[in-house]
Nanobody
Framework: VQLQASGGGLVQAGGSLRLSCAAS???????MGWFRQAPGKEREFVAA????????YYSDSVKGRFTISKENDKNTIYLQMNTVKPEDTAVYYC????????????????????WGQGTLVTVSS
């Protein structure tokens, strides 16, 4: 499975940005997600979406501001980021979990088998 993330960039606080992540290869999976890592910090969970696209999950820090979605025929997920804050500045990674995924552990880094290359989001104040 290969993951190609895109859409990062510089945005002012209060603005919006949309990230995309396209999966290719053997893409029958169970869940896909977005994580982020700020300088000097650990990678943290942002949002996840079930393979069907029906179920979504969010961290408390982005709930109500970010929306994750999945376009099934393109095996692509999106992260719509609204009302961004300077603390959202980080490298954002998309991730894919296959058959080894344990239901309910969408927030764990080690639940995911494949990772994209990361895309930098910088929010200016």
């Amino acid at each position: 499975v290969q993951l190609q993330a895109s859409g990062g960039g510089l945005v002012q606080a209060g603005g919006s940005l949309r990230l995309s992540c396209a999966a290719s290869g053997r893409t029958r999976g169970y869940i896909m997600g977005w994580f982020r890592q700020a300088p000097g910090k650990e990678r943290e969970f942002v949002a996840a979406v079930s393979w069907s696209g029906v179920s979504t999950y969010y961290s408390d820090s982005v709930k109500g501001r970010f929306t994750i979605s999945k376009e099934n025929d393109k095996n692509t997920i999106y992260l719509q980021m609204n009302t961004v804050k300077p603390e959202d500045t980080a490298v954002y990674y998309c991730a894919f979990a296959g058959r080894g995924y344990t239901q309910g552990y969408y927030y764990r880094v080690n639940s995911y088998d494949y990772w994209g290359q990361g895309t930098l989001v910088t929010v200016s104040s």
